[in-house]
């Protein structure tokens, strides 16, 4: 919901405690845009976050940002720069692998292979059909 300093505050009151025993028999509120953009387009994950809350809860309230305010537009445009330029890097990537190499080796093949996917969490941003996909879900 874009509190700045929200966390460094209440880490002072942080007590290790599951999630199940945190929720049991009360009123929670969700960010959902959290859980979506923390599941990187694997729905899955998006359950496995959700689903103890909406079965342990009382009552779960969902709520889903609006247009972000003035001041940290700049701020998203440069997290959009990020995202391309990781998007691009993927491609060039890819293309290179579709290059034949006389002799692959495994270490390479390893090493690109997880850059690849760190790139691709980067690049991830939630499209609408897959945040409807997920309101239709809680719904």
Not at 5 to 18: D, T, V
Not at 60 to 71: F, I, N, W
């Amino acid at each position: 919901m874009g509190i700045k300093g929200l966390f460094q505050f209440l880490k002072r009151y942080e007590q290790e405690m599951s999630v199940t025993t945190a929720v049991r028999d009360r009123v929670v509120g969700v960010d959902l845009f959290w859980f979506i953009h923390h599941s990187k387009g694997d729905f899955f994950v998006f359950q496995d976050y959700l689903t103890p809350i909406i079965r342990h809860a009382q009552k779960v309230h969902c709520v889903v940002d609006g247009a972000p305010p003035k001041d940290t537009r700049e701020e998203r445009k440069e997290k959009r720069k990020k995202r391309d330029e990781a998007k691009k890097t993927l491609k060039e990537i890819e293309k290179s692998e579709e290059q034949p190499m006389e002799k692959k080796n495994p270490e390479v093949h390893t090493h690109l292979k997880k850059h690849k996917e760190r790139l691709s969490h980067q690049a991830w941003y939630p499209t609408r059909e897959y945040v409807d996909y997920a309101k239709n879900w809680l719904i």
